[in-house]
């Protein structure tokens, strides 16, 4: 995995020597799990009770760039003290593919946060979709006319004063002439020096590259073919590419599209930064093989001092079996009416406490409207450039971004009752546990932590409810997991199903966090 650290201290009574000891607590753990540090984003004397650190934005907007996996801190409070500031940001984060660690604490300060940001998250996506529901509306009623709609033009086209698509003469034989090379045979890395012999560069004034002649050679607007969501209009605009050209060369790119790579990811492996080895604190990350007997690949957790041979002798554990045992515990939990109920107390509780960010947040939403209603102005006496255009797409993305955080922080003062909590925590029990995101969805939102040993396993939740034990006969005799000889990774020469290691697993629930 690749990562960045964020370090901050606050301005009561805290020096410089706190960022370094942050550093380098940070910089073991990371080492420690092998995490490649790319960078560091440092704050200076500000609180974490406000998001106005710079870094700090930084670090979030530089997410986007899909560069690192993991943001690393030195204890959970350094990346936020604002429960819903946390909510928020690590929702985005999530979305950009980077998960937030503590390199020095696993069980949070605080039981159900994980319950409640997945709750706010919730919220947050219905009002995102409401609004989006407005706008598609009126987008609708452009694409039944054929008119651009936003976002990437093709190369080859322009839009004219009435959003109407054109053909811009000039480039247009240029992509004609990219279609009719793939059909004769040229490499893509020959087209792309064609096309850069010819000057030709993207919309957004890039330079041609092998992914962007892909997109090109695959776009159906090339053929007239005019598609908003649901509207699918055949010879909506004005085509480039005949449609027996097109149709030819998508059978060739069909067929001398390249055997996918073994594909090992941190969404297929469900439990990464979740599972750690018992014995040496280590994470225990995904690893595969393939069988020298029937060239089968077998899947499996592997712990990182194991793997870089510092002294650790924790086996590895297969891959299904130990997401397959998470998930029934987790059905456990789901369809436990009164641990639901009461987690359903929790949360209302923990939704009435006060906010105290709310005056800010109002404060610059009403200085992103009048800067709306400026441009706006702006516009209408006739000043419109492109760079208009992208300023005020972006003071309205803030505009969205308040509006959710505000009503995020007014539900301190929730306008919901414990029924419908109740039913928004029933709902998990409808997710289909072979679906991928829904496995996903379910581990993310209850699980903080799992120690795997050799004679126990050890869960954490995201609630406190004592602990639970199950001996290895109990597990055996019951459907909470119909293998249990399927811990060990595949060997030289040897039947991976054959390998056998009995454990007794204790269940502990108790406070978990991030």
Not at 400 to 414: A, H, N, T, Y
Request: a positive charge; glycine letters at 6%.
């Amino acid at each position: 995995m690749t990562g960045v650290i964020y370090a901050r201290y606050s301005s009561d009574n805290q020096r410089e020597e706190s960022i370094e000891g942050q550093l380098r607590e940070c910089k073991e753990f990371a080492e420690k799990n092998d995490i490649t540090i790319l960078g560091t984003y440092i704050d200076r004397a500000l609180s974490a009770k406000t998001d106005n650190r710079p870094d700090f934005q930084r670090m979030i907007k530089d997410s986007e760039k899909n560069m690192f996996d993991v943001v690393i801190v030195w204890k959970l409070d350094r990346f936020a003290r604002n429960r819903y500031d946390s909510a928020h940001y690590k929702s985005i984060l999530k979305r950009n593919g980077v998960k937030v660690v503590s390199a020095t604490e696993i069980i949070s300060q605080g039981a159900e946060g994980i319950l409640l940001e997945s709750l706010l998250e919730g919220y947050a996506e219905y009002y995102s979709a409401e609004l989006s529901e407005k706008v598609i509306r009126g987008m609708k009623e452009n694409a039944l006319k054929c008119k651009y709609n936003g976002g990437t033009l093709p190369i080859g086209y322009v839009i004219d004063e009435n959003k109407n698509f054109r053909i811009d003469t000039l480039v247009a034989p240029v992509v004609l002439d990219a279609f009719k090379r793939y059909d004769e045979g040229y490499t893509m890395k020959e087209i792309v020096d064609y096309l850069k012999l010819k000057g030709v560069r993207t919309k957004k004034n890039g330079e041609i590259s092998i992914n962007s002649l892909t997109r090109m050679l695959h776009n159906r607007k090339y053929i007239g073919e005019y598609k908003y969501r649901d509207v699918v209009v055949p010879d909506g605009i004005p085509a480039i590419v005949p449609k027996d050209l097109f149709d030819r060369v998508q059978e060739k790119l069909a067929k001398n599209k390249k055997a996918p790579a073994r594909h090992k990811s941190e969404d297929d492996y469900l439990l990464t930064t979740k599972l750690y080895c018992g014995k040496c604190k280590s994470f225990m990350v995904g690893e595969s093989g393939t069988s020298h007997k029937n060239n089968k690949v077998h899947r499996y957790y592997k712990c990182v001092g194991v793997k870089y041979h510092r002294g650790c002798d924790k086996k590895t554990v297969k891959k299904d079996w130990i997401e397959n045992l998470v998930i029934k515990v987790i059905k456990d939990i789901i369809f436990d009416d009164n641990l639901i109920n009461d987690l359903a107390d929790t949360l209302i509780e923990a939704l009435g406490k006060e906010s105290t960010v709310l005056p800010l947040l109002k404060k610059q939403l009403s200085d992103v409207e009048k800067s709306i209603d400026n441009m706006l102005n702006a516009i209408q006496q006739g000043i419109f450039t492109q760079s208009t255009k992208e300023r005020l797409e972006e003071l309205e993305q803030q505009k969205s971004d308040l509006s959710v955080r505000i009503m995020q922080e007014e539900m301190v003062k929730p306008p919901i009752d414990k029924y419908k909590i109740v039913f928004w925590l029933t709902r998990f029990r409808k997710l289909e546990t072979t679906n991928l995101e829904h496995r996903k969805r379910l581990i993310d939102s209850f699980i903080n932590a799992i120690y795997l040993f050799d004679d126990r396993i050890i869960f954490t939740f995201n609630y406190k409810d004592g602990s639970r034990t199950i001996t290895f006969d109990e597990i055996e005799n019951s459907d909470l997991c119909s293998d249990l000889t399927s811990l060990g990774a595949p060997k030289l020469n040897a039947d991976f199903d054959t390998l056998i290691s009995k454990s007794v697993f204790v269940f502990i629930f108790g406070y978990i966090s991030r």
